[in-house]
């Protein structure tokens, strides 16, 4: 049995231990044979050498990201924990991916996980890029910035946010006010966004301007979308015309972000989805790109992972049934057709 004290000096343990303790309590779930005390700016560590230098290993990098002003939220010590010695060292290169712009007040705002940073290089390397995920996982809000980015820069003369007008599962029947007051609820997530990276004033001014603009996919019809950044979210409720209508507005000095979460379609039964149909079409084509963020990139509160997981889960488990289901009603058939009997009294018994 080995011990190691550590001395944090310069930063707040409070960012380094989290909110209750909840990142050292990571830690020390994750190394379970190794006892981890804290006191004031000291830690000890006990247990075997192996563990003893795996978890001073960890410490000793989430203290670096602390000092080097890094992102080191909940999402990224789950990562790191999960990363193996080799490659634990490079783990600030893959969460931080340095600021995409600087928001309201100066505060930096970065790719979170990995696949966030996987998107602002598909991002630079193609105009059109398919950004597809779980609710929670930052498509949006990384597109947001990403877009802010571009503006601040001047590579485009505006940025236009729009997404179909769904109901999501909820009849919300006549809405009052003008079109304005009608389609901003849809809207809401694309200006939240929004209110994170410009003061109101701003904001409120290049809207006004029409420097940002955010509309309904409907408002795109017939324009030439150019000189701009464009992000079209919760793709996964249009249809195939209305994606190829969209798609086809774009000119030729704009780039664009679609962003959806197959898991979770709005549409009328009677209509599909036209973001399968898109991502299996357009995959050939160069400049064209497609970045798929899981589970493991929400940065939402910690039970919103494993909520998608859960469901994930089940879903592959309906469909197994479903597959079983019609492989019995296939087996019940060729068994009828040999005996020469009416195949419906066979699938009666699956």
Do not use: W
């Not at 007008?165 to 029947?173: D, K, Q």
């Not at 469901?311 to 019940?332: F, G, H, N, P, S």
């Amino acid at each position: 049995m080995s011990e190691v004290i550590l001395t944090i000096d310069g930063i707040d343990p409070l960012e380094l231990f989290g909110e209750g303790n909840a990142k050292l309590n990571l830690v020390k779930k994750s190394y379970p044979d190794v006892q981890i005390t804290s006191r004031g700016n000291q830690i000890k560590l006990k247990g075997d050498k192996k563990g003893l230098d795996a978890v001073k290993s960890k410490l000793e990098i989430m203290v670096k990201m602390i000092q080097d002003k890094l992102d080191l939220s909940i999402q990224v010590v789950e990562d790191l924990l999960l990363t193996d010695y080799a490659q634990e060292n490079k783990i600030s290169q893959h969460v931080s991916g340095g600021v995409i712009v600087y928001g309201k007040n100066g505060a930096p705002i970065k790719a979170k996980t990995k696949n966030q940073k996987l998107l602002v290089d598909c991002s630079e390397a193609n105009d059109i890029v398919f950004a597809i995920g779980p609710a929670g996982t930052g498509k949006t809000y990384t597109a947001v910035a990403l877009a802010m980015r571009a503006l601040k820069s001047k590579v485009v003369k505006k940025i236009i946010l729009t997404r179909p007008a769904v109901e999501a599962g909820e009849h919300l029947g006549f809405l009052p006010g003008d079109m304005k007051e009608k389609v901003d609820p849809y809207l809401r997530p694309l200006y939240d966004a929004l209110d994170d990276m410009l003061p109101a004033e701003k904001l409120n001014f290049f809207i006004t301007n029409r420097v940002i603009e955010v509309a309904p996919l409907a408002f795109m019809r017939g324009r030439t979308l150019d000189h701009a950044f464009i992000i079209l979210d919760e793709a996964q409720n249009c249809t195939t015309t209305q994606l190829k209508m969209f798609l086809t507005r774009i000119g030729p000095s704009a780039k664009a972000i679609i962003t959806g979460d197959l898991s979770q379609i709005d549409l009328p039964g009677y209509q599909k989805s036209g973001l399968r149909k898109a991502l299996d079409i357009l995959k050939p084509i160069d400049g064209i790109g497609q970045l798929f963020l899981t589970a493991d990139d929400v940065v939402r509160h910690r039970l919103v992972k494993e909520i998608i997981k859960s469901y994930d889960l089940a879903d592959e488990a309906d469909e197994a049934e479903k597959l079983r289901i019609r492989e019995a009603k296939d087996t019940a058939r060729e068994a009828a057709k040999d005996q020469n009997i009416p195949s419906e009294n066979l699938i009666k018994q699956v």
